[in-house]
């Protein structure tokens, strides 16, 4: 253990895999290099954090950068500010970007654009396609690939793969975790006359829990056929869960916040399309499984699935409205709000956004506090009181469904390998992100 550090946090108490105790950190080179009492220790820099707690940085598993071709609606640098401005070290960008991120040659571009711009560290995933499915033992291992991921239902972008066989071919090519979109097409086009035009509370009649569970059914099918490692996006309704909760050898969940949060026909009665996403926000008996799911171990992560749009794209009339909101910088304070409330532990909590996200992708060095990892961390405020609003968003978007909402429980610091690039609501430093790496 160096009695000298680069950065030594002070007095705070830690939140890691070994329990929750008040503990100095000491980091160089931008790895921990030191935990426990390092009253006698010598830094170049030292943060006085007692009354804060600190939590392994958020790794944020599925977000929407939009770069390249759609950066109207948020880019690289904005999407990676708005993370770390909630305590988010890494993200996993998805790959419905124009160009489509389906090629060696396109993830390589989107690294290249990503390194040293962003704010945190990332991974992008390649979209599987008929058209790449011999590729996708290569494409897995590139610098910086997060896996593949499939669009099993339409959304936005063109990464539709809804027929038995290519589902079965792309399934059978991978062999790290693979990510899916879980909502059947085929019930989602003869369930198009159910939308209501100018009432987005008619979205989750129209994409029904049905085609949610029709589609999980059939992927988790093809994962216990080929023995493959599968991941299943955003699961929004009751009855995936309990499906889930039966099928845990090969098949993982992800939560979000605002399928936790939010609960249907309020939402869509107050935000109207702000509150329309894929697969949307269903009623409270859903969102309430969906909470039991998470008390009984079956959600393994939260991701945010920040999807920004403009207003001008939101403020169409339904069903011609975008789907998607944001949520990369309000994933933490939304979900400390929640520990407050009592509705979970902060020790499930990081377990979800560190520990479960290392666990299921193989991630190398980060998602613990612990000797030798990166110096990824979110440093938090339990107690602080702050109204979430639109102005303060760091999203080109430049809108948050929360807006006006009182939260209790706030990051206050955010540190990427061992630099202060958040502090107190301000960015700090220059943008120094890098791939994360993989097993």
């Known amino acids: 253990m160096s ?68 950066t109207h609606k948020e880019d690289l640098e904005t999407g990676s500010q708005a993370a770390v401005l909630g305590g988010v070290t890494a993200v996993f960008e998805m790959p419905n970007t124009n160009p489509l991120t389906t090629s060696a040659e396109r993830l390589a571009d989107k690294v290249a654009r990503a390194r040293n711009r962003m704010f945190c560290d ?10 790449n499915v011999a590729e996708i ?3 897995e291992t590139l610098e910086g690939s997060a896996g593949i ?37 085929t019930r989602l086009n003869d369930r198009k006359p159910l939308r209501e035009p100018g009432n987005p509370a008619s979205h989750p009649v129209w994409r029904d829990e049905t085609a949610a569970l029709e589609a999980t059914s059939r992927l988790v099918r093809l994962a216990e056929k080929h023995r493959r490692r599968v991941h299943v996006l955003h699961v929004s309704s009751a009855a995936e869960m309990d499906f889930l909760a039966r099928h ?19 939402c869509y009665e107050r935000l109207g399309t702000y509150a329309q996403m894929n697969p949307p926000v269903r009623d409270a008996a859903h969102r309430a499984r969906l909470w ?32 998607g909101m944001t949520g990369v910088q309000t994933l933490l304070p939304i979900m400390l709000d929640h520990v407050n409330a009592g509705r979970l532990s902060l020790t499930r909590l990081v377990d979800m956004t560190s520990h479960g996200p290392q666990r299921l992708f193989g991630i190398r060095g980060k998602g613990r506090i612990a000797a030798g990892y990166d110096a990824d961390l979110a440093i938090i405020d339990l107690k602080r009181r702050e109204v979430i609003t639109n102005a303060k968003q760091a999203s080109r978007a430049g809108w948050t469904p929360y807006d006006g909402m009182t939260v209790t429980g706030w990051p206050v610091g955010t540190i990427v390998r061992g630099e202060v690039v958040m502090w107190d609501g301000e960015i700090q430093g220059t943008a120094s992100g890098q791939p994360v790496r993989f097993y």
Do not use: C
Request: aromatic fraction near 6%.
């Open 137 to 139: 033992p290569t494409l």
């Open 122 to 131: 990332f991974a992008f995933y390649v979209g599987g396609t008929r058209e």
């Open 248 to 266: 845990k050898d090969w098949a993982s969940v992800e939560v979000t916040p605002h399928h936790l949060t939010l609960a249907a026909p309020e």
């Open 149 to 185: 991921k499939v669009f099993m239902g339409s959304s936005t972008g063109n990464l539709l793969v809804d027929d038995e066989e290519n589902l079965d071919r792309i399934v059978a090519a991978i062999s790290r975790r693979a990510a899916f979109h879980a909502e059947d097409e």
């Open 292 to 323: 039991a799911g998470i008390a009984d171990g079956t959600v393994d992560v939260l991701g945010s699935d920040h999807a920004p749009h403009t207003r001008e794209e939101k403020d169409h009339t339904y069903p011609d409205s975008h789907s």
């Open 3 to 70: 009695d000298t550090f680069d950065l030594l946090i002070s007095g705070a108490t830690v939140v890691n895999h070994d329990g929750v105790g008040v503990r100095d950190i000491g980091m160089s080179g931008g790895r921990i290099t030191g935990i426990g009492d390092l009253s006698s220790a010598r830094a170049e820099r030292t943060i006085d954090a007692r009354g804060l707690h600190i939590i392994p940085g958020v790794i944020d598993s599925q977000v929407h950068f939009r770069e390249p071709g759609l």
